[in-house]
């Protein structure tokens, strides 16, 4: 169980245009109980977005250093959930 996670949402421009821009805003939207416990930020292209097929498509997000791609908030949050509270 992890006591902090770290979230960082590719804002480069594949991922943005792909949906991460839809998750902007989601440090606002997280359960009251997990917000001193998480850390949302935004990054630059990675090159993953490059390397399609390796890592699968955009928008990427690292979720404490792992890579998600196709990310959307379900998929974020329950990555964060598994973290916390495993
Ligand atoms: S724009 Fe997100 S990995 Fe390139």
Request: charged residues 25%; hydrophobic residues 40%.
């Amino acid at each position: 169980m992890a006591d902090h996670v770290t979230v960082e949402i590719c804002m480069g421009t594949t991922c943005y245009m792909m949906g991460s821009a839809q998750m902007a805003g989601m440090a606002e939207r997280l359960p009251e109980e997990w917000k001193d416990r998480v850390t949302i930020t935004g990054k630059r292209c990675t090159g993953a977005c490059q390397k399609a097929g390796q890592y699968g498509r955009a928008p990427f997000v690292r979720v404490n250093g792992e890579l998600i791609g196709a990310a959307d908030e379900g998929k974020v949050l329950a990555a964060i959930r598994d973290l916390l509270e495993a």
